[in-house]
């Protein structure tokens, strides 16, 4: 099975991508990337607990508007939504209409506050030694010993929506593993 292939614009990226720019533009653009800031780790733990039983393209289609429900992920206003938010939010069709996940999104930036974390540092705790995947016996897999650990430590704190997948799918984006195909032009 090849782990690649060349897309119309003749580069050749991983297997996993379909030809829907937006697709194209979060894999060439942000998917692998380092992220360490505060708010963008906090989208990340949101987004992809949003995702859990989706298609990433559903949840990146529909970013902005995750963005404009939850303040921009700004994690003190999120810590501050209300029932009347969340009843909002369950008739914004922009997002995904999952009162738990509304809720869990709301309920981890409360904890993020209460307990002071640093999400870099409390997250890339778990990054693994060699981010990188092997060329040899290449595979995405869905979960890691790091990912499971990450996860456990998670649900720990308190924290919702982080089970071992969601956790490796948020390592690959935030750039904690480096999952790129290798043939994909941003391998290296």
Same mark, same amino acid.
């Given at each position: #099975?090849?782990?690649? $292939?060349?897309? /119309?614009?003749?580069?050749? &990226? %991983?297997?996993?991508? *379909? ?14 990337? $380092?992220?360490?800031?505060? &708010?963008?780790?906090? @989208? ?17 289609? &529909?970013?902005?508007?995750? $963005? ?5 992920? @700004? ?21 995904? $209409? ?9 309920? *981890? ?10 999400? =870099? ?7 693994? @030694? *060699? ?24 649900? /720990?704190?308190?924290? =919702? ?14 750039? #904690? ?6 043939? %994909?032009?941003?391998?290296?």
């Amino acid at each position: #099975m090849s782990h690649s $292939r060349v897309h /119309q614009d003749g580069l050749e &990226r %991983c297997s996993w991508l *379909n030809d829907d720019p937006v697709y194209i533009e979060y894999h060439d653009k942000e998917w692998g990337r $380092r992220a360490t800031g505060q &708010r963008d780790l906090f @989208e990340a733990i949101a987004l992809e607990g949003f995702q859990a039983g989706l298609s990433w393209l559903t949840i990146l289609k &529909r970013r902005d508007s995750f $963005r404009k429900a939850f303040h921009n992920f @700004e994690i003190s206003r999120v810590a501050e939504m209300t029932d009347a938010d969340v009843d909002r939010l369950m008739q914004d069709p922009g997002i995904i $209409r999952n009162r738990a996940k509304i809720l869990a999104t709301i309920h *981890n930036a409360k904890l993020i506050l209460e307990l002071g974390l640093d999400l =870099k540092e409390t997250l890339w705790a778990f990054a693994p @030694e *060699n981010p990188k995947s092997p060329f040899e016996k290449f595979e995405w897999p869905s979960v890691s010993k790091e990912s499971t650990a990450l996860s456990k430590a998670l649900r /720990q704190l308190g924290f =919702k929506f982080v089970g071992p997948t969601t956790m490796y799918a948020l390592m690959q984006s935030t750039g #904690m593993v480096h999952d790129h195909a290798p043939n %994909c032009h941003w391998r290296e």
